[in-house]
């Protein structure tokens, strides 16, 4: 038992009113009568705490007293408790201190349960047996995480050197999607060259070191600009040439032609300083569809599906310059450019009255060459068409591309979206095919390879900072020197890496 000596109440000293200055003397007036208790006598504001009045017993069983609560005997009536003090009982067994009463343990001093005995100055952990293998995390962990490696932070300097990859500000999850149902490619197509200040675009050629683009500029106008990958945007004089309405270009050497919007084309001979419209308003049967450079010379696909050859390089662009109708064994559905033989043949897919494919004619000056089609899926309108070395290439009417290598049967590759451009990238028979998707306003650009194999090789989207842009590509050209795959749209211009 702890023994506590507890002083006498002649020793103690006089003890401040609980209600402050002892010198102030209750107020005499008389209380609120609503202030009444429940009892018979009324509120008053003496703060007398009754302590000195005799216990009222009368609803008070003296006769009985109840055991304790964990059954020990009930208290005496003539046990003396002091005035003030307090003894505190911790049982037969319990441990004492000097100079230190502890609250009672939790366990009521039951037996055969051990409590912890409070240390001098360890808030009760000081005989506590030590375990192992607790970290209390001050220094981080014990062990090295070999899940964690330096190489797998990125660099805080990442920005000193440079613009960031594309790839690494693209969320892991975006890149694991399989757009169109396509898988992506090995080796995805990364971006490269410095960004170009250009806005929505809506045609790009290769032109020495880089590309010519039409697009929107910093001051809000369309203008025609010299690009390249080292950043460079250089604004051309494109005197004559009304910007604003400009749909394709078509570039071989310092010859630059454009053709514009209502099927009207213009050419420029210096590199794009001075353009030369078609002389006199063109009719339905000379309007443009599209105009590729072959052979030396301009030509033109019209819109009723006739083919025209332009020789600008016979007389003065500002005179009538000869135009020649070339025959067909039908319609011309589209025209490209065959660079493979170096000098460029003019290539045009051909259809019947009912928009089917028959043929694929090879013109040359003097030499005609023609390919009779064989099953050939239906072609989309307005069709898109590439060929290159004997492999071809045209968007399908239902979604992809219908797909024939050099001497090989057609074949028809189909998936979501609609098909916007496409190119051979390689003597091989590579083929790079721009899809848009309306859903999410992307494009996705697809690589089909020699053996007929589809995967995704890079996604184009809307710029963030520009309300206006979109992620439709409108155009692509193929820099066969550099290895990389220029395109243009709602979103500007970029260029892709594709070696």
Known sequence: MIRQEIPDDDELGELPPLDGDARDQPDGEAADPEEVLDGDDEATLDDATGEDDPLDTSDLDLEHVEDGWLGEAGEAEDLDLGGDGAVVDFGEDSPATDDHVGPAPANGGRDGEDEPRPGEDDLGFGDAPERGGLDAGEEGPVDPDEELREADLPALDAD????????????????????????????????????????????VACAGRGALVVGRSESDGVDLVRVDLEGMCERLAAEGLATAEVRSLTVEKQDVAAVLHGGRWAVSRDGGGLFVPTPGPPGEALAASEAVFASGRLWVRTRTGGLLVHDIRDGSLHERPPIERCPLPGFAAALTCDTASGAGLATVLVVDDAGRP??????????????????????DSPSLFAAHG????YAAR????????SGGAWKLFEWEGRVTALSFIDDAGT???????EADDTTTLVRLDAAGSASVAARV??????ADSDGRVLAMAH?????????AGGFGVAAFAIK
């Open 461 to 466: 989207g809307a710029a963030p900072a520009d």
């Open 431 to 437: 083929i790079a095919v721009s899809t848009y998707s």
């Open 398 to 405: 239902k979604g992809g591309i219908v797909w024939a290598p």
């Open 479 to 487: 820099d066969e020197a550099r290895g990389v795959l220029w395109v």
């Open 160 to 203: 000193d050197e440079g613009e960031l990859d594309d790839a690494a500000l693209i969320d892991p999850a975006f890149a694991s999607e399989e757009p169109l149902g396509l898988p992506w490619a090995a080796e995805p197509w990364s971006r490269v060259g410095a960004p170009v200040a250009l806005g929505r675009a809506t045609a």
């Open 390 to 393: 004997g492999h071809m290439v």
């Open 358 to 379: 028959t043929a694929v004619v090879h013109i040359a000056p003097g030499t005609t060459t023609r390919r009779d089609a064989l099953d050939m899926p239906e072609v």
